[in-house]
């Protein structure tokens, strides 16, 4: 998810050779299908859905007696809809983009634009965005949850339909992803390509070339809204570099663009989604562990140190923390839109539909915040006096742009993702009662799993099974919904980082394949992430061989005791050390932060790249190594841990999840005797600990002594 920062700057701005590649590059040996019915390109036709002969076989039967309304044959009933190598069905129809992209170019006429970008974020700088805010996946199809598009116009291009090229730059989570999802038009860039640039740096590169070769100014525009203010900062240090350097001659601006040129086409193609304004419910101490007035407080304290009086949050999980506050207009994360600006004593809480804040006015009234249009922030920021303005790192390049003395901005680390990062005591007891749940679940689900594919050979689609999974999940109390899109993923889906099952585009779970599952859940105690991968029949050597590398190193880590002070930059290697001896890696972090009943990605915390931020008694971080081999398989295995202290006042990472690892696929020739200990002692804890929930003598308690059994 990060980019490379500007480590050194390129003696000539001529374009680079660098790491983008046509979206829809054949695979070498396979024939390109093509549709005689449909605009789908090469790109989304290389889908997922393959299955081995047998239950291809099978399926083509059941879906003949079904057809002719006959269940002979069938023992179990689903409304799933599966596919065998799919061809183009309805649910593989997905948007071709060359009409979007003229409409878009025509726009970027309008503004004399070269070369326009779209991000994945909304004005929020969100992850994970609601449907009116997925610009970036309507003009390129991705669906990933980052990436950047970088579309250019051909400025000597004087024809009425104007023509140029198109970039999605994003990470190695979504690299199969966005290689299976872009059409033709558009042209894969690798971010965090070890010696790479970042795609800020190729955005200039590019209107660089452009205006070599045509002899024409190139205008690079975005919406202000939706970039940060360092990541504009750093775009226009780039092009300031390029006036004063040899190409100085060229006529290079980086512009804002107040009208959102994707929102001005949106409703040429389809309407335009809403946001919808949701209840607001108050998180009691019971589960904050924290009132308002106490988080404002230190908050403040952090203002006396940084010297300043005025603080703007955008970032909607941090105003959610800070009041105590919870939304649902998020698919998976309980917030609202809102921003937020404190100063003195004052909070100036800037929303819509001040209806639904009625039930809890009175609390608002006592820790001095007072509700505002939504519309009316960039007038509240216009008019704060003449101190210096704090703005967190993840503000908009807007929220600079509306301070009138641009001197005046100060940019921060946000004080209070830094204070909410650090769980009190409350929330890490709630956090460990919500993976427990989650575990519960986890528990009846494979249990299920393994009844229904791996005994009973029954057909269960990958969607299907992420479905159980939630049901599972919702029979547990305080359950509010899913943390993520359930990542859902046998035979080579298992290979895509970020895969989600589709309906008519998902493939049937083939118990002689590895199967992989990424899930999270919202609960009112806490946020959960868990990723086990498992095999329901004979794995191949290989594939123990590999599951058991990830093993080692996610073991490595759960054992690494570290001093105080020690970044997740610093650990990451620990985890990659026995692939790394093998000639294998993985291409995202080790570990992300986790909220406290809020967003499953939360930071300031990492293991990895990002992980700049030394590790601290309190912090929820995950472990997740992995390793992928495209058109085969993958493993991942992933525990949320919490950073503890010791008593030599070191810190350790103690695990929070507790499900059970996939015992078929563990070489226990490859572990060495304290590995060996370190699983029974997890597996023991996992049974002790869960087996009390589950009803005695069932088949999940069956299962669980199965799976927790001693190696």
């Not at 660098?18 to 390109?32: C, F, I, K, L, Q």
């Not at 099974?465 to 859902?488: C, H, R, Y």
């Amino acid at each position: 998810m990060s980019t490379h920062g500007v480590q050194a700057k390129l003696s000539t701005y001529s374009l680079r050779q660098v790491h983008t590649t046509p979206a829809t590059a054949p695979v070498a040996g396979r024939a390109p299908r093509s549709c005689n019915n449909c605009t789908c390109s090469p790109g989304l036709l290389t889908r997922q859905g393959r299955m081995g002969s047998y239950y291809a076989k099978r399926l083509a039967n059941r879906s003949k007696s079904v057809a002719s309304g006959s269940a002979s044959g069938v023992s179990r009933k689903t409304s799933s809809v599966l596919t065998v190598d799919s061809s183009c069905s309805e649910g593989l129809k997905e948007i071709n983009t060359s009409r979007r992209l003229l409409e878009l170019r025509k726009k970027m006429t309008e503004y004399d634009l070269g070369i326009y970008i779209v991000p994945s974020e909304d004005s929020h700088q969100s992850e994970y965005t609601g449907l009116a805010d997925q610009r970036r996946e309507f003009i390129s199809g991705f669906t990933g949850s980052a990436g950047v598009a970088i579309i250019t116009r051909n400025v000597q291009c004087m024809n009425d339909d104007p023509e140029g090229t198109s970039y999605l730059a994003t990470d190695g989570r979504y690299f199969t992803q966005a290689a299976n999802e872009l059409d033709f038009n558009w042209n894969l860039f690798k971010l965090n390509i070890p010696g790479e640039i970042s795609w800020e740096e190729f955005t200039v590169q590019l209107a660089v070339k452009m205006a070599d070769e045509s002899g024409f100014n190139v205008r690079i525009g975005v919406d202000p809204q939706l970039i940060t203010y360092s990541e504009a900062h750093l775009l226009q240090g780039l092009v300031d570099d390029v006036a004063s350097g040899e190409k100085k001659g060229l006529g290079i601006q980086f512009v804002p663009i107040t009208e959102n040129l994707i929102d001005a086409i949106w409703t040429k193609f389809e309407p335009r989604p809403v946001r919808a304004l949701m209840p607001i419910t108050l998180l009691g101490e019971k589960y904050s562990g924290l009132d308002t007035k106490e988080k404002l407080a230190q908050v403040k304290e952090a203002l006396l140190v940084l010297n300043g009086q005025t603080l703007v949050i955008s970032a909607l999980d941090d105003i959610a923390w800070l009041l105590n506050l919870r939304g649902s207009e998020f698919r998976y994360s309980p917030l609202f839109y809102a921003h937020l600006i404190i100063h003195d004593d004052q909070v100036s809480l800037y929303t819509d539909d001040h209806e639904r804040f009625e039930n809890i006015s009175a609390y608002l009234k006592e820790r001095s915040v007072t509700l505002r249009p939504y519309d009316k922030f960039y007038d509240g920021i216009k008019s704060l006096p003449a101190y210096t303005v704090l703005v967190t790192k993840d503000c908009s390049w807007e929220v600079a742009r509306q301070v009138i003395s641009p001197h005046r901005v100060r940019v921060i680390d946000s004080p209070v993702a830094i204070i909410k990062a650090k769980k009190n005591e409350v929330e890490l007891a709630n956090a460990r009662e919500a993976h427990i749940k989650d575990a519960i679940a986890l528990v009846k689900y494979y249990e299920w799993l393994w009844q229904e594919v791996g005994i009973k050979g029954e057909l269960v689609d990958e969607l299907e099974a992420a479905q159980k999974l939630e049901f599972f999940q919702s029979e547990q109390d305080n359950f509010i919904g899913q943390s993520f899109q359930t990542v859902s993923a046998s035979g080579s889906n298992s290979a895509v980082v970020h895969y989600t099952p589709k309906k008519e585009a998902c493939a049937v779970i083939d118990p002689s394949k590895v199967y992989l599952c990424d899930s999270g859940a919202q609960y009112l105690e806490g946020t959960t992430d868990v990723t086990r991968t498992y095999h329901f029949s004979n794995p191949t050597n290989e594939q123990k061989r590999n599951y058991t590398l990830v093993l080692k190193g996610h073991i490595a880590l759960a054992k690494l005791k570290f001093p105080p002070g020690t970044t997740g930059l610093a650990i990451d290697a620990i985890a990659r050390q026995h692939l790394w001896t093998n000639g294998l890696d993985y291409t995202h972090g080790t570990g992300h932060g986790v909220g406290s009943y809020l967003n499953v990605h939360e930071g300031p915390v990492a293991i990895g790249v990002r992980g700049t931020v030394p590790l601290e008694a309190g912090h929820l971080v995950t472990n997740e190594p992995g390793v992928y081999f495209p058109g085969d398989y993958g493993v991942r295995l992933e525990n949320v841990m919490e950073v503890k202290e010791t008593s030599d006042k070191f810190l350790e990472l103690v695990p929070l999840t507790l499900v059970p690892f996939c015992r078929q696929l563990i070489d226990r020739k490859l572990l060495t005797k304290e590995e060996v200990d370190w699983v029974n002692h997890y597996h023991a804890k996992v049974y002790q600990t869960l087996v009390p929930r589950l009803v005695r003598l069932s088949p999940h308690a069956t299962w669980l002594k199965r799976a927790t059994s001693s190696l």
